[in-house]
Every structure is written in structure tokens, then in C-alpha cells.
């Protein structure tokens, strides 16, 4: 079973500052996601990554795909509280069960104003 | 477009009793997944269909079950409810089972009493 470990846990820090998020396993992914969830609501899609090493920018967010497919992390540059959720990645085997989503337990981040 | 949409919002049950989920799909997605999210943790995947028919199925019991319907909208099942049973009950559609992308509703609130 594939899993998931997402550091830290939880996360709180005052608005302006800077952060990273991390989702590891001893696994390969055949794609990995981030998404962001509020209380109460469904997760929402962040970003899609593929390709070892890559690297994909969403405004203020920075998101990496280790070179081995095998790790992950999201940026946040100078944050702010309406980042505020539940950062939680999501990954495919890169073997049989291609169809279905692993999740980590997720980084819940407060930014305070 | 309207996304995916789940009813009840919020449901509470007694132990021992049975309960029914519906998902409908975003328009022109055919895969449907459910997750349960228990709190503090990520989602954890129960089922997903396809053209009406299981693809895959997560480490539930069977008092878990769930159909998808010509209209790829879908419903979820479980029997015999026990307490541990409660969590938000989450649905997502994608295009396709393997798309890369699936785009999560609102979910359920399912309270066992």
C-alpha cells in the first residue's frame, strides 16, 4: 500500500511570511496533485504535476515534483490568511491501480493577520 | 457549468441503520469516486465507476456498496451503520477513470449516533 506522508502536520504563521509544504513516500507516482480544502467543503484542485522535476507556478504558489517522482513540495511566497486550509496531496500508482487517488493526511496551515 | 453536486448536505443516522448518498457529476464527466474523509485525516477512496460499472474498489467492507446510473450520476450505500461510520462522505468526477484530474463535491456529513 502506497503511502503518503505529508510535514508538518499543522503549520501557523503570520501573514507576509513564507512557507514550504512536503508530501513524501518510498514509492514512484505516476502524477501527483495538491489540493487545498476548507472546513466543511470538498478539496479543491490546486495543481497537476507529471514529469519528474517539474516545476509549476500558480501566483504566489510554487509547486515541485521531485526528480525521482518519488516526492513533492508547494511554496507559498508571502502569505496570506485566505490561504488559510487544509494543503492535502493526492497520488496515483505508477503500476496497476491507476485509478484511484492516495491521500496524505495534509498540512493544516492558519495565517494570521 | 455546474460542479458536482451531493445530497443530503448533512445527515444523522442511528447505529444499526441504513444510509443512501447521492453524487451527480460534473456535465460530460463519466467517472465517478467516493471518498470518506474521517476528521483529521485525508480522503480515503471507497469506490469508483465507470460507464456504470465498478473499476475499483477501496479496503471497505461490504456493507459499503454503490451504482452509477445511466445518467452517470451515482449512489452510495452503506448498511449496519456503526459509529465509526461517521465522516464527510466525498464524491468526485472525472472525464474518465485514469484523467488526471477529478473535481470533488461539497460531500456529505454523515453523523452516526
Known amino acids: 500500500t502506497q503511502l503518503l506522508e505529508q510535514s508538518p502536520q499543522f503549520l501557523s504563521i503570520q501573514e507576509g511570511e513564507n512557507l514550504t509544504v512536503y508530501c513524501n513516500s518510498s514509492?514512484?507516482?505516476?502524477?501527483l496533485q495538491w489540493y487545498r480544502q476548507e472546513p466543511g467543503e470538498g478539496p479543491v484542485l490546486l495543481v497537476t504535476?507529471?514529469?519528474?522535476?517539474e516545476v509549476k507556478k500558480l501566483k504566489r504558489l510554487t509547486f515541485q515534483f521531485g526528480d525521482a517522482r518519488k516526492d513533492s513540495s508547494l511554496h507559498i511566497t508571502a502569505a496570506q490568511p485566505g490561504d488559510t486550509g487544509l494543503y492535502l496531496c493526492?497520488?496515483?500508482?505508477?503500476?496497476?491501480?491507476?485509478?484511484?487517488?492516495?491521500f496524505g493526511k495534509g498540512t493544516l496551515l492558519t495565517v494570521n493577520p | 457549468d455546474a460542479g458536482v453536486t451531493q445530497s443530503p448536505t448533512h445527515l444523522i443516522k442511528t447505529r444499526g441503520q441504513h444510509v443512501t448518498l447521492r453524487c451527480s457529476p460534473i456535465?460530460?464527466?463519466?467517472?465517478v469516486s467516493w471518498y470518506q474523509q474521517v476528521l483529521g485525516q485525508g480522503p480515503q477512496f471507497i469506490f469508483q465507476?465507470?460507464?456504470?460499472?465498478?473499476?475499483g474498489r477501496g479496503n471497505f467492507p461490504d456493507r459499503f456498496s454503490a451504482r452509477q446510473f445511466p445518467n452517470y450520476s451515482s449512489e452510495l450505500n452503506v448498511n449496519a451503520l456503526l459509529l465509526g461510520d461517521s465522516a464527510l462522505y466525498l464524491c468526485?468526477?472525472?472525464?474518465?477513470?485514469?484523467?488526471?484530474?477529478?473535481?470533488f463535491g461539497p460531500g456529505t456529513r454523515l453523523t452516526v449516533t
Open positions: 468526485a468526477s472525472s472525464i474518465t477513470p485514469t484523467t488526471y484530474e477529478q473535481y
Open positions: 514509492s514512484v507516482f505516476s502524477s
Open positions: 504535476v507529471v514529469t519528474g522535476g
Open positions: 493526492a497520488a496515483r500508482n505508477s503500476g496497476g491501480s491507476n485509478y484511484k487517488l492516495t
Open positions: 456535465s460530460g464527466h463519466k467517472s
Open positions: 465507476y465507470y460507464e456504470k460499472e465498478e473499476r
